[in-house]
Each structure stands twice: as structure tokens, then as C-alpha cells.
């Protein structure tokens, strides 16, 4: 059962999510940032760093995320989901967001096949350690669970 969450852990949440985009943009930023700027409005400024819009779309994306998450990956709305459906409209959801945000902000061309599969495979990749972390997470929780299960026993 999870315990009642309040304003400041969804806040939380979202600058979390927010601050490890952010890490992972720049870190790419200074990996291609140069080559990047002239195709992609997320790498203006090369390796010098991130516009402010750049920024306000990674803080917009990361509440997208933060809300699909608690729609999708918590109990508080949808409790009689399989778990692995859950997992599926929150992947799909975050797929559709990232494709509106290529689309509005001109994240890559829309006609370059090589950036869609690239964005496909970078998306797949971020998808498969995202589950493997969800399900570490999981485990060590049910491993503690099952801890405190068992003192209780005794």
C-alpha cells in the first residue's frame, strides 16, 4: 500500500525527473552539441549550453512524465490494471508527448528518418532501463515488505 503523497513529493518528483533530463541533455551537449545545432532546436547553442526555451520544454516534458506517472504507475486512479498494461500506457503516452514536442518545437526534422530511428532507438533503450529500474525497485520493496513481514511473525 502506498503512503499518501502530498504537494511537496510531486514537486519532488518532477524536479527530479527534471534534473536528470537536464543531466542528460547536457551531457549530450557537450558530446554533439556542435555537430547537432544545425538540426536540432533542442542544440541552438551547441556546446555552449541550453536556451531557456530548451530548458522550459525539458521542465514541461518532466511534468508530463510526473503526472503519466501517477495516473499510470501508482494506485491512486487505476488500481484493477495489470501492472504490465499500466506500464504499456505509460510508455506509449511518454512516446506520444516526445513526438508532439518533435513536432511543435522542432526537436529534429521531421523528415529525417535517421533522427526518427534514432529517437526510436534512444526511446527503446531509455524504456528497457527504465523497466529494469522499476523492476529493482519493486523487488527491494517486496524484499523489505517481506522483512517486516516476517519480524512480525516473530
Not at 1 to 10: G, L, P, Q, T
Not at 29 to 40: F, Q, R, T
Not at 120 to 129: D, E, P, Q, R, Y
Request: overall charge neutral; proline content about 1%; charged content about 15%.
Amino acid at each position: 500500500m502506498e503512503e499518501k503523497k502530498n504537494i511537496f513529493d510531486y514537486i519532488r518528483q518532477l524536479f527530479t525527473i527534471f534534473g536528470v533530463m537536464v543531466l542528460i541533455f547536457v551531457i549530450f551537449n557537450l558530446i554533439v552539441g556542435d555537430e547537432a545545432k544545425s538540426i536540432s532546436t533542442l542544440f541552438t547553442l551547441g556546446s555552449q549550453g541550453l536556451l531557456s526555451a530548451t530548458l522550459l520544454q525539458l521542465l514541461l516534458m518532466a511534468l508530463i512524465i510526473t503526472v503519466a506517472q501517477n495516473i499510470f504507475l501508482t494506485d491512486i486512479l487505476i488500481k484493477n490494471l495489470a501492472l504490465i498494461v499500466r506500464n504499456i500506457l505509460f510508455f506509449v503516452t511518454i512516446m506520444i508527448a516526445i513526438t508532439a514536442f518533435v513536432i511543435i518545437f522542432g526537436w529534429f526534422p521531421i523528415d529525417n528518418a535517421a533522427a526518427w530511428i534514432g529517437f526510436f532507438i534512444s526511446f527503446a533503450v531509455c524504456t528497457g532501463v527504465s523497466a529494469w529500474l522499476m523492476h529493482l525497485e519493486e523487488k527491494a520493496e517486496n524484499k523489505k515488505m517481506q522483512e517486516a513481514l516476517n519480524r512480525l511473525k516473530k
